[in-house]
């Protein structure tokens, strides 16, 4: 490992971070925007290590220590998730061949291993540093403070590492197990729904506590000493964390550096859900067109959608975005062990959005290099426009009644109400993603984004999103507020005046069908008269 | 006979860029015909014209005797391949094609593709997804989506870029079948041998503006170095020299 070629691709690496962010100004406010909270979040902070400082110094907490031990295996488990979810998203670095063809796989290694100290630093260390001047300040005892910062450095340094370490475990794992390698997408998408559940549900306490606390038991738990040793930590312990964070950290850096050279000169077994050399042909049997009165075209475009749906689902990426909206009644549902009147109904906003969004979100940037292809192939606006429409509805549209039926039906939600907003769904699919292609269309999006590990792929707009997102609420609004709990009886009285929640329901349908007869028009036109520029 | 492609000041600007500048052209149904240009010269912006990609800022354009800004009428009677192969990676190559054929509801489609497949030597490959396929097998795919309809005038854009001897004469030949079939088949290429092989008929583009046209023996035989070839003549009138 050469350190000076490491720091070169360090500065080189960090700097075209950098700029991807800087040059690229949705990414800039959407930074900007995050920072605003993160600098929010720091202030408050900064202000409960003060008091957590004069809680100790006024003697209030009984045993400092013991409630601290948590805390550094937090900071552990905390910085390891940043680490690990950063790493597996970013993929293969950039120009790996060049870079492997001019320095060892380790020094290309330590240079990115500097450049995630760089960046987690960037944002961590502000925090760190004022936060442990503020608990010092707030306890009358600098050395407190000094110990603090000394003791969250020392986990930060070694939690880099770490993680980054076992990240490329990981991918090692899933580019050589055969078991790993063949269902790496399965294992993906599991992961990634199991990760918005947590989120959305609010449940990460509960599914890292007991992680963090089997961590506080361990070596990770004597960084508590070390911080709080001019109160009454272990001078043992506080000794032994400095000796773990002087010995591990530097092992587990060459281990890390080692495990990415092993990964980037691995050759990956193929993976048989997308393997690029695999034979997949599938009998698709006759024609949906000959069981469905359309024409050829728009079922050769209903079949086009299915097949990269299922084969490259990561386009779809976007379609769970709004689940964080329904996080409350999932949660509550959890919590009380069965599913909340709300959950039905919200499933009835939400379902019809996913059908819309699903397909008919970017139907034209969504083309990616066939655009030109399907522009001069002479398929034609409205059959086009209707293929998409399809592609959504044909399967969403009962799967959505479906799904609010079943939620309807296990929780206190009235027959009437599941059944009218099942009914609801049946309609509002279809109008939905009608109304998605409106905006679509007219506003596509045709620039391809890093979605997951250097994997790319064409998502809607965010006009589009936010414009459809809009257009569906406000059509599904009367609906929703007729037979929502909290809404039901303002809208419909005490009882709930079923004519009252029947005729609501109805003004939504009638919306969303006009949403969506205006949105097939705008998108047709727009197809018909899409230009290349 | 109505010519297979024909312009009268057909012209492309993007503000105050003029991308095209009044280009007059005629292409006789089944010739071939080269166009040739620099980088930038407006080959891509002339070839969206006339394939319906893009409208005119002014001046006419007809091809198979339709208006290029009726689209409907127009894409019914052209094949096109884009400079990237318009192929989506998840499919196959044989999905590929079906899905072509479904757009342009092509009848007898199976045999066709069958067919296809197997004059481009795609047959063993068809049932992989496209993205493992070389270069060359997935510009064979992208030029057998291209003709699967039996157009009358096909758009090429580099067809032969990027590939392998074979690939590449593979492609020359089918351009020739095309062309004996009456075919008219529209060239853009940088490959300049491509184009003393193929063409009947050449034109150079510069900086929007068509600088010469004809045959590509009278064109050498104008170049100021007298009696040179297509390139001697592609150097002088994009500004560089004849001269070896």
Redesign the interface.
Same mark, same amino acid.
């Given at each position: 490992m050469n350190r000076r070629q490491g720091y070169l691709v360090g500065r080189a690496e960090f700097r075209r971070r950098v700029r991807a962010v800087t040059d690229d100004r949705r990414q800039l406010v959407a930074m900007a925007i995050t920072g605003l909270f993160v600098a929010v979040g720091m202030v408050g902070a900064i202000a409960a290590a003060y008091f957590g400082g004069v809680a100790v110094r006024e003697g209030n907490i009984e045993d400092p220590v013991s409630l601290a031990e948590p805390l550094g295996a937090g900071v552990l488990v905390f910085v390891g998730f940043i680490v690990l979810v950063r790493e597996m998203n970013q993929g293969e670095p950039p120009a790996l061949a060049g870079h492997l063809t001019t320095v060892t796989g380790p020094t290309l290694a330590f240079g990115y291993l500097l450049v995630e100290y760089a960046i987690t630093g960037l944002f961590a260390l502000p925090l760190v540093v004022f936060g442990s001047f503020a608990f010092g300040l707030g306890a009358a005892d600098p050395l407190l403070g000094l110990t603090t910062l000394t003791a969250i450095l020392g986990l930060w340094l070694l939690a880099v590492p770490l993680w980054k370490g076992f990240a490329y475990a990981l991918q090692y794992a899933f580019a050589r197990v055969p078991a790993l390698a063949r269902h790496k997408t399965a294992i993906g998408i599991a992961a990634f729904v199991a990760y918005m559940g947590v989120l959305t549900t609010g449940e990460a306490d509960s599914v890292l506590g007991p992680f963090v606390s089997a961590l506080a038991v361990t070596p990770a738990g004597w960084f508590a000493h070390l911080a709080l040793f001019p109160v009454d930590g272990s001078p043992t312990l506080a000794a032994g964390a400095l000796g773990v964070a002087a010995v591990a950290t530097p092992l587990a850096g060459a281990a890390t550096l080692r495990l990415a050279d092993a990964v980037w000169h691995a050759d990956p077994l193929p993976a048989d859900e997308s393997?690029?050399?695999?034979?997949?042909?599938e009998s698709t049997g006759p024609g949906i067109e000959a069981r469905l009165p359309i024409?050829?075209?728009t %079922? %050769?475009?209903v079949?086009?959608c299915w097949?990269?749906g299922l084969? %490259?689902p990561i386009t779809l990426v976007y379609v769970p975005y709004p689940l964080f909206f329904m996080g409350p009644p999932i949660g509550q549902s959890v919590a009380a062990g069965e599913v909340v009147a709300a959950l039905p109904v919200l499933g009835a906003l939400y379902a019809p959005w996913a059908v819309g969004a699903a397909f008919s979100l970017n139907p034209l940037g969504d083309e990616?290099?066939?655009?030109?292809?399907?522009?001069?192939?002479?398929?034609?606006g409205r059959r086009y426009v209707a293929g998409r429409v399809l592609a959504g509805s044909l399967v969403g549209a009962p799967l959505a009644a479906l799904l609010v039926l079943a939620l309807g039906a296990v929780s206190p939600l009235s027959l009437s109400g599941t059944a009218a907003l099942a009914a609801l769904c049946l309609i509002a699919c279809p109008a939905a993603a009608a109304a998605a292609a409106g905006f679509g269309a007219t506003l596509p999006n045709t620039d391809a984004s890093t979605v997951f590990r250097s994997r790319e792929a064409v998502l809607p707009s965010p006009w589009a999103f936010l414009g459809y997102s809009l257009v569906v609420v406000i059509a599904m609004a009367p609906a929703l507020l007729a037979w929502y709990p909290a809404t039901a009886s303002l809208v419909a009285g005490d009882g709930g005046d079923i004519a009252i929640q029947g005729g609501a329901t109805l003004l939504s349908a009638v919306i969303a069908v006009i949403a969506g007869g205006v949105g097939f028009r705008i998108a047709a036109s727009a197809v018909?008269d899409f230009?290349?520029? | 006979m109505v010519p297979a492609i024909e312009t009268r000041g057909l012209s492309k600007q993007y503000g105050r860029t003029v991308a095209v500048d009044g280009i007059d052209l005629t292409v006789d149904t089944g010739d071939v015909f080269g166009f040739l240009g620099p980088n930038g010269a407006g080959k891509t912006t002339t070839m969206r014209m006339l394939t319906t990609l893009t409208k005119p800022s002014s001046g006419e354009a007809t091809v198979a005797g339709e208006d290029v800004r009726d689209r409907p009428a127009v894409v019914e009677h052209i094949g096109y391949l884009p400079e990237e192969p318009p192929l989506f990676d998840e499919f196959t190559g044989r999905e590929m094609l079906e899905y072509y054929a479904g757009l342009r509801d092509v009848s007898e489609a199976d045999a066709r593709i069958a067919d296809l497949l197997e004059r481009f030597d795609l047959a063993d490959a068809a049932d992989r997804r496209t993205d493992g396929y070389s270069k060359g097998m997935k510009q064979k795919t992208a030029i057998a989506a291209a003709i699967l309809h039996e157009p009358e005038v096909l758009f090429l854009d580099e067809p032969t870029s990027g590939l392998d001897p074979r690939a590449a004469r593979t492609v020359r030949e089918t351009i020739a079948d095309l062309a004996a079939a009456d075919t008219t088949v529209f060239l853009s290429t940088h490959i300049l041998p491509v184009v003393e092989e193929l063409a009947d008929t050449v034109g150079v583009l510069y900086e929007g503006s068509l600088v010469a046209a004809g045959a590509p023996e009278s064109l050498a035989e104008r170049a100021a170095s007298g009696g040179g070839t297509l390139e001697d003549v592609f150097l002088e009138v994009t500004g560089g020299t004849g001269e070896r």
């Open positions: 393997d690029a050399g695999e034979k997949t042909h024409s050829r075209p %079922a %050769a475009v079949r086009r097949r990269r084969r %490259a990616g290099v066939v655009l030109p292809g399907t522009i001069t192939s002479g398929v034609g018909d230009e290349m520029n | -």
